[in-house]
């Protein structure tokens, strides 16, 4: 979640991008993340991002009284460059 006041700026890009170089350099093949549907920007950063939407799950939370879906993504890394690929990897291997 970034503040109102700081969005705009490119930081939640930044911030999943270190992210994903941080895990990637630790070795972890594949992220993976879920986001509430009526989080449209997020989703688009996400999508932009290259991370792959494999489900949704349709109670997943309830906001302001009302019950919202979820949606699941993962995207593969390339493990010890320190960055994500845009190619599918198997992460069992």
């Given at each position: 979640y970034l503040a109102p006041y700081a969005?705009?700026?490119g930081l939640a890009?930044?911030?999943?991008t270190r992210v994903e170089e941080r895990a990637a350099a630790l070795g972890h093949r594949v992220l993976n993340l879920d986001v509430r549907e009526t989080q449209a920007?997020?989703?688009a950063l996400f999508e932009a991002l290259g991370y792959?939407?494999?489900?949704t799950h349709p109670f997943y939370?309830?906001?302001n009284g009302?019950?919202?879906s979820g949606r699941y993504y993962f995207k593969p890394l390339?493990?010890?460059r320190g960055r994500a690929t845009g190619?599918?990897?198997d992460p069992t291997q």
């Open positions: 969005r705009g700026h890009r930044m911030l999943v920007t997020a989703i792959v939407h494999w489900g939370a309830r906001v009302q019950t919202v390339e493990p010890g190619t599918l990897l």
